[in-house]
């Protein structure tokens, strides 16, 4: 089998198909049917010559050859399993190239840096995971590049009226950065608007980059450069690894954009090792089945919630209507709900604690998109570091449970919900 079949005559493969074996040819490896994980350093050449090719190429000090394949160095370079890796993960996404990272925010905080200089601003939607607020407030500022919120929200109405109270600084805008569906709230950016935005704000021939976080949906469900974004980055943790076991990330972009991402990450040395890579290809065979399988389960555990006397709100996609200011960006943008709700009860942060101590099957603790379904506490847990009224104006109450809905059957999750806010 070619290492890149992607059609059988004129039929073209779809992606869950191409999980199993797309970027591998058995036939470098003893035909083994998986790759193997290759936990090596380094990597010898055949020749002195062939030797300084790979480092011209890897260096940047000439263009690699049309036909000519990227040779093997070492692995902060590249790494079979991570090339294999990174050739599946542009197949969701109908990227270019992809660059695959240790963790979420080793993608985000590489990406960052190697986009933006010294003076730049990032205009970014709010809220968005504690870490991504963290390096946006306390890292980069030091590397003098500030960072200016607007609420999810509050929509396009609210990232114009953020870029407005810039004033001359409006100038300085290098990058829009959206977390989309919003973290925990499930609220939504638009994404075609900030690319317009970033078009129309970009001088001096330096464009604005749209970068959005895609980890909440994932490329099942959303896919953020067939709307105009320059990057998607992702914390491979959640539902591209989807078992608690791996800690990962990925950026994907053009092959332009992607050169000093790689170049960064190399020097920075945030890529991930071969066992992570191989961790992640197993869990890409099963994405489409598990990411559906929590989607369907989250329809259920959505409905129950909103028709329990104790349970104030409900934020989930899936219950969006024509009525809702985001319907229209849900219809356009997104193909399914996912499986992340968040959920108010009455009582506050008592009654919340309440609840998620008495949880029995639904396991309390952080992260997102496993097998298993996970609850946590937002406001005092994923998103303590952020000031309590930033909070609430971001619609982070203190009686707000977060809900990753996994694999188990729905009526199961819904009987440990059932059980626990009889407790509140």
């Given at each position: 089998?070619?290492?890149?079949?992607?059609?059988?005559?004129?039929?073209?493969?779809?992606?869950?198909?191409?999980?199993?074996?797309?970027?591998?040819?058995?036939?470098?490896?003893?035909?083994?049917?998986?790759?193997?994980?290759?936990?090596?350093?380094?990597?010898?050449?055949?020749?002195?010559?062939?030797?300084?090719?790979?480092?011209?190429?890897?260096?940047?000090?000439?263009?690699?050859?049309?036909?000519?394949?990227?040779?093997l160095i070492y692995s902060r370079l590249n790494n079979p399993d991570i090339q294999i890796l990174e050739e599946r993960l542009t197949v969701w996404d109908g990227a270019?190239?992809?660059?695959?990272?240790?963790?979420?925010?080793?993608?985000?905080?590489?990406?960052?840096?190697?986009?933006?200089?010294?003076?730049?601003?990032?205009?970014?939607?709010?809220?968005?995971?504690?870490?991504?607020?963290?390096?946006?407030?306390?890292?980069?500022?030091?590397?003098?590049?500030?960072?200016?919120?607007?609420?999810?929200?509050?929509?396009?109405?609210?990232?114009?009226?953020?870029?407005?109270?810039?004033?001359?600084?409006?100038?300085?805008?290098?990058?829009?950065?959206?977390?989309?569906?919003?973290?925990?709230?499930?609220?939504?950016?638009?994404?075609?608007?900030?690319?317009?935005?970033?078009?129309?704000?970009?001088?001096?021939?330096?464009?604005?980059?749209?970068?959005?976080?895609?980890?909440?949906?994932?490329?099942?469900?959303?896919?953020?450069?067939?709307?105009?974004?320059?990057?998607?980055?992702?914390?491979?943790?959640?539902?591209?690894?989807?078992?608690?076991?791996?800690?990962?990330?990925?950026?994907?972009?053009?092959?332009?954009?992607?050169?000093?991402?790689?170049?960064?990450?190399?020097?920075?040395?945030?890529?991930?090792?071969?066992?992570?890579?191989?961790?992640?290809?197993?869990?890409?065979?099963?994405?489409?089945?598990?990411?559906?399988?929590?989607?369907?389960?989250?329809?259920?555990?959505?409905?129950?919630?909103?028709?329990?006397?104790?349970?104030?709100?409900?934020?989930?996609?899936?219950?969006?209507?024509?009525?809702?200011?985001?319907?229209?960006?849900?219809?356009?943008?997104?193909?399914?709900?996912?499986?992340?709700?968040?959920?108010?009860?009455?009582?506050?942060?008592?009654?919340?604690?309440?609840?998620?101590?008495?949880?029995?099957?639904?396991?309390?603790?952080?992260?997102?998109?496993?097998?298993?379904?996970?609850?946590?506490?937002?406001?005092?847990?994923?998103?303590?570091?952020?000031?309590?009224a930033d909070q609430r104006s971001m619609g982070i109450t203190g009686s707000m449970v977060r809900l990753s809905v996994g694999v188990e059957h729905p009526e199961d999750?819904i009987a440990d919900l059932r059980q626990a806010l009889d407790a509140v």
């Amino acid at each position: 089998m070619s290492e890149h079949l992607r059609r059988i005559g004129d039929k073209e493969l779809r992606p869950e198909s191409l999980m199993m074996s797309y970027g591998y040819d058995p036939r470098r490896s003893e035909g083994a049917i998986k790759s193997p994980i290759f936990m090596t350093s380094t990597f010898t050449f055949k020749s002195a010559e062939e030797g300084k090719r790979f480092f011209e190429v890897a260096y940047g000090l000439r263009e690699k050859d049309p036909k000519e394949e990227l040779g093997l160095i070492y692995s902060r370079l590249n790494n079979p399993d991570i090339q294999i890796l990174e050739e599946r993960l542009t197949v969701w996404d109908g990227a270019e190239a992809c660059a695959s990272f240790e963790s979420g925010m080793a993608a985000i905080a590489t990406t960052l840096l190697a986009m933006l200089r010294p003076g730049d601003v990032v205009l970014h939607s709010v809220p968005v995971y504690g870490g991504t607020d963290y390096l946006l407030y306390n890292i980069l500022p030091k590397w003098g590049v500030t960072a200016k919120g607007f609420r999810a929200c509050d929509g396009t109405a609210g990232m114009k009226q953020a870029l407005a109270e810039l004033g001359d600084d409006a100038e300085r805008v290098a990058m829009i950065f959206v977390e989309t569906p919003a973290n925990p709230t499930n609220d939504l950016v638009d994404i075609l608007d900030a690319v317009a935005l970033a078009s129309r704000t970009t001088r001096d021939g330096r464009k604005v980059r749209v970068v959005v976080d895609n980890t909440f949906l994932g490329p099942l469900w959303q896919q953020p450069l067939q709307h105009g974004a320059d990057v998607v980055v992702y914390s491979a943790t959640k539902f591209l690894g989807g078992h608690s076991d791996v800690i990962a990330g990925a950026v994907l972009c053009s092959e332009e954009l992607m050169a000093p991402i790689k170049t960064h990450r190399t020097i920075l040395g945030t890529m991930c090792g071969p066992w992570t890579a191989w961790l992640l290809m197993r869990s890409l065979e099963t994405l489409k089945l598990r990411m559906t399988s929590q989607m369907k389960n989250a329809r259920y555990v959505a409905d129950f919630l909103a028709d329990h006397p104790k349970v104030d709100k409900v934020h989930y996609l899936g219950h969006l209507t024509e009525q809702h200011p985001q319907w229209e960006t849900y219809r356009r943008q997104c193909l399914a709900p996912g499986s992340m709700i968040a959920f108010e009860v009455h009582g506050g942060e008592a009654a919340a604690f309440r609840l998620l101590n008495a949880l029995k099957l639904v396991k309390l603790a952080v992260s997102l998109g496993g097998t298993e379904s996970l609850a946590e506490h937002p406001a005092t847990m994923t998103h303590a570091d952020i000031a309590v009224a930033d909070q609430r104006s971001m619609g982070i109450t203190g009686s707000m449970v977060r809900l990753s809905v996994g694999v188990e059957h729905p009526e199961d999750v819904i009987a440990d919900l059932r059980q626990a806010l009889d407790a509140v």
